[in-house]
């Protein structure tokens, strides 16, 4: 079974992105991007909610490509339409043992990709293990909150925080299952 | 002009309390409670919503005393009635002038103690200077916000960060005034 990881980007006040998806305000290069594509390097399988798919559409992504050519991605969705020769998966239920499947079928560590309220339900879940947070140095103050709406809380044991000369931090964390 | 610094504990999802003013998951000792010990010394004034303030009597505070006796202490409310002996001043209005005039006439920096909401006021007004967060290593889901329902958005320059054995980390963080 690989571990879910969930790495994003996050304001202090705890938003992955601003009003309307907008991410214009986060880092787009500089060090602690160049971290992430590393570590996006040893991501297997990319999950994501369909919301979080359909933004890539805004950079010029075509229904059904692959946003991370070297993973299997599978998108969370009973609705979202893609061509028949796609480069994605769609799974429409949400359930524990679908994503268990996702794990063990993974070849190594699975990338929570987002958004937030997908990320919530899987935390709900308890199948979020990792937590990889690129913490910001900026206020959103609206937006999509890290979890969505889930009032779930965990514990979490820290596990490694790094700065960058930026005001980035890189602090991971470690969810503790009942 | 002392600055007005907002010194508080947050999750890592952005949350200051839990749901009822819950801080029962917040670290009550060690070092980083210690640092903070030591900073509230440094600070002459303290400034509050009601709420945070009444927040002390469940600790067996009573009306009208001073939670930080080496401290002015001053809480915003046009409700809270006090007994006519208190060590403690009240003020109904948080306008720029009156904000302005506690800044002046402080003997040191001002601590801005809470709650979320009225700190999101005084940073929707430009009068947060300093943000020392006392990065707490959980997930609270629920509760009140870093910054209550403000939706401004300023500019930060990150200045320091400590990490603690306890999985906390010390983020201080200047607010860039337009």
Redesign the interface.
């Known amino acids: 079974m690989h571990p879910i990881i969930y790495d994003v980007a ?1 304001s ?4 992955i992105c ?1 009003p309307d998806g907008d991410i214009s ?1 986060f880092a787009q290069d500089g060090a602690v991007v160049e971290d992430y594509s590393a570590r996006l390097q040893n991501y297997a399988t990319a999950i994501m909610g369909r919301a979080t798919y359909e933004f890539g559409y805004r950079f010029g992504m075509q229904a059904g490509e692959n946003p991370y050519a070297h993973m299997k991605t599978i998108i969370f969705s009973s609705s979202l339409e893609l061509p028949d020769a796609t480069d994605v998966a769609t799974q429409k239920s949400c359930d524990a043992a679908t994503i268990d499947a996702i794990r063990r079928r993974s070849e190594g560590p699975v990338y929570l990709c987002g958004g937030g309220i997908f990320a919530g339900s899987l ?1 709900a879940m308890g199948q979020i293990d990792i ?1 990889r ?1 690129k ?1 910001a ?6 937006g999509v ?3 969505g709406d ?9 596990t490694e ?1 790094q ?1 960058y000369d ?4 890189f ?1 991971e ?1 470690r969810v503790l299952h009942a």
């Open positions: 996050v202090i006040d705890g938003f601003g305000r935390l937590l947070l913490r140095p900026i206020i959103l103050g609206d909150p890290l979890f889930s009032k779930t809380p965990p514990e979490l044991k820290h925080t700065g930026d005001g980035y931090l602090q964390y």
